[in-house]
């Protein structure tokens, strides 16, 4: 499906969604793997194509398997690296970093908090992201607080597993699985939801907590909820709005009705 082909359905859907939103000066939205999709980056839960079915998480990511094999963590997020550093902003994206201009030129607020580590929300040009499980171009030394993590972007890696200028050895900047969130993002990700007036959640299958609990705390603050994936989650039968459909497809139409009446 692309923008040309989208059923009439969508086309209202978006248009609905577009008259909410030009309502609204509060935006916040949660993306989840569905949103890089389209730009060739695997997911996780998908059947058959999603990361989760072909490797095993407790192994690759988490503390326990870095402690047990660093050298094959490493390797494998090198592996990572390097898919990523091929990929680019699809339309979804581009859409998100567009809107966010929209919206604080009228003087509202309109931030991305992404579950996302590939950096193409930065790199499509939206400014204020909260990465909520970080950014897999960032390192920091292993038991190093967050606010050591820095940027490594060597792809391929020179050195597996790499150390810093001390010999000590690094870790991904990313949340592995059992491990605390930076409690900074995950003040801010939850200050955002309980003021949005209008919160979507794309590309997630909504399974993951804390991420997951934002749209849902957002709805029950009052926010006007859209949904966009191709496929159902839990949150579905809560979203006032629902696109089943691509990012880079919904999202774009949600644009162009924002900007056709001159929003
Ligand atoms: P999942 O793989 O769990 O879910 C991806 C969602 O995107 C699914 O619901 C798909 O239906 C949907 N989807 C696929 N293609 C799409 C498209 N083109 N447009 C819109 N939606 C699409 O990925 P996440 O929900 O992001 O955590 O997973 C959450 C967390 O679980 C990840 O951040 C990661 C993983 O373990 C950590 O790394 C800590």
């Given at each position: 499906m692309d923008t040309n082909n989208a059923s009439a359905a969508l086309r209202e859907l978006a248009r609905q969604v577009a008259d909410k939103a030009r309502e609204c000066r509060k935006i916040a939205v949660l993306t989840g793997a569905g949103v890089s999709a389209e730009s060739g980056i695997p997911t996780f839960?998908?059947?058959?194509?999603?990361l989760w079915e072909r490797y095993d998480p407790v192994m690759l990511a988490s503390v326990d398997g870095f402690r047990a094999d660093p050298a094959n963590v490493w390797k494998w997020y090198d592996e990572r690296r390097q898919t990523m550093s091929k990929s680019r902003p699809n339309p979804g994206h581009e859409a998100l970093a567009t809107w966010e201009k929209l919206v604080k030129g009228q003087g509202g607020a309109f931030t991305v908090i992404t579950q996302?580590?590939?950096n193409l929300h930065r790199q499509a040009g939206?400014?204020?992201?909260?990465e909520m499980h970080g950014n897999i171009w960032y390192v920091r030394p292993?038991?190093?607080?967050?606010?050591e993590a820095f940027l490594l972007?060597?792809?391929?890696?020179?050195?597996?597993?790499p150390r810093d200028e001390r010999g000590r050895m690094l870790r991904p900047h990313v949340v592995w699985f059992g491990e605390m969130l930076d409690p900074d993002n995950l003040e801010a990700a939850f200050s955002l939801a309980v003021q949005a007036e209008l919160f979507l959640s794309i590309g997630?299958?909504?399974?993951?907590?804390p991420a997951a609990a934002l749209p849902f705390e957002a709805k029950r603050r009052g926010a006007v909820v859209v949904e966009i994936n191709p496929h159902e989650t839990e949150l579905t039968r809560f979203a006032d709005f629902s696109l089943a459909a691509p990012s880079g497809v919904a999202l774009p139409l949600i644009l162009d009705q924002l900007r056709a009446d001159g929003a």
């Open positions: 839960r998908e059947a058959q194509t999603g996302n580590i590939d939206s400014e204020s992201i909260i292993v038991d190093a607080p967050f606010n972007d060597e792809c391929p890696l020179v050195e597996i597993p997630t299958s909504t399974a993951v907590y």
